[in-house]
T-cell receptor
Framework: GAVVSQHPSWVICKSGTSVKIECRSL??????MFWYRQFPKQSLMLMAT?????????EQGVEKDKFLINHASLTLSTLTVTSAHPEDSSFYIC????????????FGPGTRLTVL | GEDVEQSLFLSVREGDSSVINCTYT??????LYWYKQEPGAGLQLLTY?????DMKQDQRLTVLLNKKDKHLSLRIADTQTGDSAIYFC?????????????FGQGTELSVKP
């Protein structure tokens, strides 16, 4: 099946710093990638939809200046958490859509962010 | 807005069948999915069903869809301890939401030896 990787798998940073998380589709081209956030024991919350070559579409309540998304190629999307604070600590998961062959979303392994 | 509901916990004995249930509200759902998440990991797609299908079987997994009642279930036959995980039901509406997935809260399946 299609493989999606994320890097790093976990990161610890100081409050006020920025952190970049990469999401790659390894064996297919993804015109659309999605970024989710998951709190412990909770479901996934969609943050934004990222389309290659265009601006990301953010869900209501998600600050686009806080969570910068770039989808510069068909295999790479990045999420940058700017000026991170402890409340940004979470599990961030990306998914990539393998179109046009299928509408299925394939998920990355997730990135655990801890802000001290 | 759209909503997907699941029961939070299910406990079964090894070898028994597990049935995880899900209800959704979006009558325009195009696809319905079941994902598995193990601790500290991402989501693994288990199976999916088109909204115009009633049933889909894939080895130990059987998905039943009652579109009238907006009810989806996942049956795992001969449940093993390795099946212990959180199972998420999700729906997407291709025509109106561009493939955005709406997830349920997840059902934690515990398999006892």
């Amino acid at each position: 099946g299609a493989v999606v990787s994320q890097h790093p798998s976990w990161v610890i940073c100081k409050s006020g710093t920025s952190v970049k998380i990469e999401c790659r589709s390894l064996d297919f081209q993804a015109t659309t990638m999605f970024w989710y956030r998951q709190f412990p024991k909770q479901s996934l919350m969609l943050m934004a939809t990222s389309n290659e070559g265009s601006k990301a579409t953010y869900e209501q309540g998600v600050e686009k200046d806080k969570f910068l998304i770039n989808h510069a190629s068909l295999t790479l999307s990045t999420l940058t958490v700017t000026s991170a604070h402890p409340e940004d600590s979470s599990f961030y998961i990306c998914s990539a859509r393998d179109r046009p062959s299928t509408d299925t979303q394939y998920f990355g392994p997730g990135t655990r962010l801890t802000v001290l | 807005g759209e909503d997907v509901e699941q029961s939070l916990f299910l406990s079964v004995r090894e070898g028994d069948s597990s049935v995880i249930n899900c209800t959704y509200t979006d009558s325009s759902s195009t696809y319905l999915y079941w994902y598995k998440q193990e601790p500290g990991a991402g989501l693994q797609l288990l199976t999916y069903i088109f909204s115009n299908m009633d049933m889909k079987q894939d080895q130990r997994l059987t998905v039943l869809l009652n579109k009238k009642d907006k009810h989806l279930s996942l049956r795992i036959a001969d449940t093993q301890t390795g099946d212990s995980a959180i199972y998420f039901c999700a729906e997407s509406d291709e025509d109106n939401q561009g493939g955005k997935l709406i997830f349920g809260q997840g059902t934690e399946l515990s398999v006892k030896p």
